[in-house]
Every structure is written in structure tokens, then in C-alpha cells.
């Protein structure tokens, strides 16, 4: 008979790497709700027309869709930016500014590559109902906030804006039927470099490409860069716009404490982004990008008809824990238990149920052991397991109201009076 197989671009989640996912899951949702921002969630199916209303063929070729039993043409969700704007248009009386975030399982019918699965794991933050640039603001702060509190020290949150870009291109005279295809090759540039941005632009036939690098890699401080820039852009208003739109956004995420940039260079793939947009970059590890985003205001408005404005971002979970494993910040934890009672003999059973109820009372995970086998299996077990306490009681201890706690990596035993159990379970965890 076959073994049964797992689907490419699947991934089994075990103990180990569920308890390290939840431990990173829930410093997010810390910072998110230190935020204020509110917790939903929504279906992972939904109709076929409502997930391409978005991103037309660039969607179709992501989704796995199928009819089901109903007759109906639905998908599996590839983002959690579209239900949320299908959310936003059926609930249109939601209190605005509305501040919501959303982890949920999200899928791609794309080529599974290292680091990237059919099937993953999403990590939204939005703000919907203002245009205000404290709400892009706060954004960049919580990117930043939820990268501290993981234990990343060296990053920056990367901004720019689309008015910039595009802003660049015009002055550059590329014409707009290439303007969308110039700034996907734009994006490449921490990836291939400025003469490889300078080359792809140059084969397209892009006038100006040498210009279009000098200005996407001015570099530097704000305050000047953005002075800079503005003497580049100076025919360009919506340039010169967006230029003081991003000054007052990285002015009040620096307010926020949050570890702000400006990089002209970046562009952000998404055509639905409409403003600034934002990415956090770890440079160590150098991993590159795990979060970006950006203000998206005309893309409710496709689904409800009335223009809401919304920012926003989006959290990598898979390659955050990739970073945090390559710099040890993830421990390699097989369980949850910090405490294995491991009991044997005549009236042992009894006082083993009153020690895992007072170790869970004293805020300690004990795991009863409620398999057949004599004490040797039972240690080899909890070894296996990788539980560093264990509790072992006997006839003796039962018959003296005694547990014997053991270190399993030291080997270190000490003998423990019932009545004073909680107290030193309390120290354990």
C-alpha cells in the first residue's frame, strides 16, 4: 500500500513549530491590541467574481477555484485584503476609523519556492475610513512595534510614496503605457542593483534610465533627501505633494518611536496602492523584506461603490520565524508541559491526579502521563518529548504524601513535601 503523501506547497505543522508560530502570533496580536485595533475574521471561501474584482488575470492565476455542490464559482481567498474590503461594503455602518487586524490562513495555486507555500499563514493590520497621514503613521509604528517586541534590533521601516514614483518617471519622460512595467523593474533594485535597474529600463526602451537610478538611489536622512528630491521634482506638484506627505508621516512615526526610513526606491508591486506605501526590512538577518503595505483608497469602492479610504499592511509570519530561527531567537521547544508526572506502584495514581491539579494551579503545563509502562518508560518518554521537569511518584512517595522532581538536563533531584508543591512548581515554569 502507498503511504499517503502531502500536497506540494504543504506544510505539516507539529508541536515544535506550532508552539513557536503561536508564541510569534501572539506577540503581534499583543502590539496590534496595545493599538486598539480589533480582531475579525472571515470565510475562506467567497465567491469567484468578488476575489477577481481586485487584480483582474494577476488574481485568476493565484486562486484555486472550483464549483462546488451548490453550482456556485467560488475560490479559496489569496489575501486578506479583498475580504476585508467585501467586509467594509456589506457593513457599511462599522464605526469609521475602523482599526482591524486579521491572522488567517490564505492560499495560492503559484510554483512553490524555498520559504513559499501554497498554503500560509497572513498577518493584516488596516485602518479604514480616514485619509489622515497619522493613520499611515501608525501603521509604520505598529510594523515597527511588533519587529522590537519580537526581538529584532536591526531594521527599518521603509517609505515612499506612489506620487513620488510616479512623479519620477513623468519627469523622466517615460511614457505612460510603460509606466506600470518601469516601476516593477524599479522594484528589483536591492535585488539586482542600480546597473541592473539601469539595464532592464534601457532594454525596454525607457528614456532617461540613468536619470530615473540617480534619483530612486538618493539616500540619506529625511530632511535631506526630501529637500533634494523636491529641487529634482520641482515641476512635478503631485510630487512635491507626496514628498510633504511622507515628511509628515515619518515626522509622526518618529513621534511614535518607530524606526522610520525614506527610500525613494521603493515601489511596491500592487497596482491598487494609491499613495504611501511601506516596507520593514530586517538587515539582520539579511533576509530582506517580512512586512510592507500601503494606502489603498479606491479599492473598497469597487465593491461597495463608495470610496473609502483605507492603509494598511501585511505581516510575513513564515519569514519572520525563518529570521528568528537563522539568529536563535526561536528555541528548538518540543512541547508545551514544562512538568511530566511520571507515576508507578500501588496508590501512586490517586496523589499523581492531586499534583497535575495543583502544578496547572500554580500556572505550570503538566502532562499526566497516562500511558501503560513502568517508570523507565516513562522517563524515556518525557526525554523524547523534551520536557525538562518530571515528577516521579511511587509507592514511597504516595505512602509519605512526597514527589521527587527531577531536571532533566541536569539530573539534579530534589524530594518535595505534597503540602510545598505548588510553591516550588511556581518556580519551574
Known amino acids: 500500500m502507498k503511504a499517503p503523501q502531502i500536497l506540494s506547497g504543504f506544510q505539516d505543522l507539529l508541536p515544535g513549530d506550532m508552539i513557536a508560530r503561536n508564541k510569534v502570533m501572539s506577540m503581534i496580536r499583543s502590539v496590534f491590541e496595545s493599538h486598539g485595533f480589533e480582531p475579525i475574521e472571515t470565510p475562506s ?8 474584482g481586485k487584480e483582474g488575470g494577476e488574481s485568476e492565476m493565484l486562486m484555486y477555484d472550483f464549483t462546488d455542490h451548490g453550482d456556485r464559482h467560488v475560490g479559496l481567498i489569496y489575501d486578506l485584503t479583498v475580504p476585508i474590503s467585501r467586509v467594509m461594503a456589506t457593513y457599511q455602518d462599522i464605526p469609521k476609523p475602523f482599526k482591524r487586524y486579521q491572522i488567517q490562513r490564505v492560499y495560492r495555486a503559484e510554483r512553490p519556492q524555498k520559504g513559499r507555500f501554497r498554503e500560509f499563514y497572513q498577518c493584516d493590520v488596516d485602518i479604514f475610513g480616514t485619509a489622515s497621514p497619522l493613520s499611515d503613521a501608525e501603521i509604520v509604528s505598529i510594523l515597527s512595534d511588533s519587529l522590537v517586541g519580537m526581538g529584532f534590533k536591526d531594521f527599518n521601516v521603509l517609505v515612499n510614496h506612489r506620487g513620488v514614483m510616479q512623479g519620477i518617471m513623468r519627469t523622466c519622460g517615460v511614457p505612460k503605457e510603460t509606466l506600470k512595467e518601469s516601476i516593477v523593474i524599479v522594484d528589483k533594485l536591492d535585488k539586482i542593483g542600480p546597473d541592473g535597474v539601469a539595464r532592464e529600463l534601457e532594454a525596454k526602451g525607457v528614456p532617461s534610465a540613468g536619470k530615473i537610478v540617480e534619483m530612486i538611489s538618493v539616500q540619506g536622512d529625511a530632511g535631506v533627501v526630501i529637500p533634494t528630491l523636491k529641487g529634482m521634482l520641482s515641476g512635478d506638484e503631485e510630487a512635491v505633494q507626496a514628498l510633504d506627505n511622507i515628511k509628515q508621516i515619518i515626522e509622526l512615526a518618529g513621534a511614535m518611536n518607530a524606526k522610520v526610513k525614506f527610500d525613494p526606491s521603493l515601489a511596491r508591486g500592487q497596482s491598487y496602492y494609491t499613495g504611501p506605501v511601506f516596507e520593514a526590512r530586517l538587515e ?12 489603498y483608497d479606491n479599492l473598497i469602492g469597487i465593491f461597495s461603490g463608495n470610496q473609502v479610504c483605507a492603509t494598511g499592511a501585511s505581516l510575513g509570519i513564515d519569514r519572520i520565524m525563518a529570521a528568528m530561527r537563522e539568529i536563535g531567537m526561536i528555541s528548538d521547544t518540543k512541547t508545551i508541559a514544562k512538568v511530566q508526572i511520571c507515576h508507578f ?7 499523581a491526579l492531586e499534583c497535575a491539579k495543583t502544578i496547572r494551579e500554580s500556572g505550570v503545563p503538566c502532562d499526566l502521563y497516562c500511558g501503560d509502562g513502568d517508570i523507565r518508560k516513562q522517563i524515556k518518554y518525557a526525554s523524547k518529548k523534551g520536557v ?9 512517595e504516595a505512602k509519605s504524601s512526597t514527589v521527587l522532581i527531577k531536571n532533566m538536563e541536569t539530573g539534579e533531584q530534589e524530594k518535595v513535601e505534597f503540602s510545598k508543591l505548588g510553591e516550588v512548581a511556581s518556580q519551574l515554569a
Do not use: F, M, N
Open 388 to 396: 525538562p521537569y518530571i515528577a516521579i511518584i511511587g509507592e514511597d
Open 345 to 351: 506502584g500501588e496508590g501512586s495514581t490517586p496523589l
Open 45 to 52: 471561501l467567497e465567491y469567484y467574481e468578488t476575489l477577481t
Open 284 to 295: 539582520t538577518p539579511k533576509i530582506g523584506s517580512v512586512a510592507g503595505g500601503g494606502r
